[in-house]
């Protein structure tokens, strides 16, 4: 079961990021902050959930959290800072946009560029222990692959609508059958 939030702060976000190892596409972000009653029984790290499961949560996240948002760093960006320093853009992002201004940030992982006015606590494997942490997971991933979904209609032959941008055998195909696109991360290595 996961705990109500890493501090007993009422104003705590959890932030977590999504597609840090694609291919293709932006790298997207979530805070969320949660009422402390926030308990749905099968919230968890969004790869530990089906798909059908993570929609349904971010349907009732949306609705009941005290404040969320999503935010994401485009491919350039992603090539010119690097995909770390454009997951913590992304994640300050996010923050930014919240409608509320959180006492503390609650970030999945072991590093984050550290906000300019808020303090922060890393924790490993977060997105599976927090609630908070757990539902800005869901929300980045769900919003993210909503995104390579409308970006597959335009560029059919990278199975984007499946794999999300990661590198998948399809994926690598298309790239090798028909170039990179402008949504593919250069810096990496594509093939």
Known sequence: MLLASHTSQPLEAGLDEAGRGCLAGPVF???????????????????????????LLRVEICREAIAWAVAEASPE?????????????AMHRAVAALNVIPTHLAVDGNRFRPHPTLPHTCIIGGDGIYRNIAAASVLAKTFRDDR???????YP????????????????AGIRD?????????????L
């Open 148 to 154: 390579m979904r409308e970006l597959a209609q335009l």
């Open 157 to 172: 032959h990278y199975g984007w609508e499946q794999n999300a941008g990661y590198p998948t055998a399809v994926h690598r």
């Open 77 to 89: 960006e992603i090539a010119s800072i690097n995909i770390a320093q454009a997951s913590y853009l």
């Open 29 to 55: 972000a979530a805070a969320v902050v949660l009422p402390p009653d926030f308990a749905p029984p099968f919230l968890n790290d969004s790869k530990q959930m089906t798909a059908r499961r993570r929609e």
């Open 178 to 190: 028909h170039g990179p696109t402008e949504h593919h991360r250069m810096g990496f290595r594509l």
